[in-house]
């Protein structure tokens, strides 16, 4: 089993910037990614970035240039949001994808961002 929890949410005016961090706990080993997700109110979750256990990344279209995915072993994921815009209002999930003999996915509880113009 393995436990995600997010931090770094909040209240931010257009132009800023937000650190989000999502700590693990549990087995976590083999190859994986660590992603974050967002979820806007009437939308469908969206992956925004990933990134993984060999070091390569992925960004949504939206996002690049402006957000950046990094980890500081296994465990520890951030996200470094700048230039926010209002449309990046929305609650952002942290997401761990095992491979091995199954693909299993855990997921945090979810942290808000709101951005505002």
């Known amino acids: 089993q393995v436990q995600l929890v997010e931090s770094g949410g909040g209240l931010v005016q257009a132009g800023g910037s937000l650190r989000l961090s999502c700590a693990a706990s549990g087995s976590i080993f083999g190859f994986n990614t660590m992603n974050w997700y967002r979820q806007a109110p009437g939308k469908q979750r969206e992956l925004v970035a990933s990134?993984?256990?060999?070091?390569?990344t992925n960004y949504a279209d939206s996002v690049k240039g402006r957000f950046t995915i990094s980890r500081d072993n296994a465990k520890n994921v951030y996200l470094q949001m700048n230039s926010l815009k209002s449309e990046d209002t929305a609650v952002y999930y942290c997401?761990?994808?095992?491979?091995?003999?199954?693909?299993?996915?855990?997921w945090g509880q979810g942290t808000q961002v709101t951005v505002s113009s």
């Open positions: 997401n761990i994808r095992l491979y091995g003999a199954l693909t299993v996915d855990y």
């Open positions: 990134l993984t256990s060999g070091g390569i």
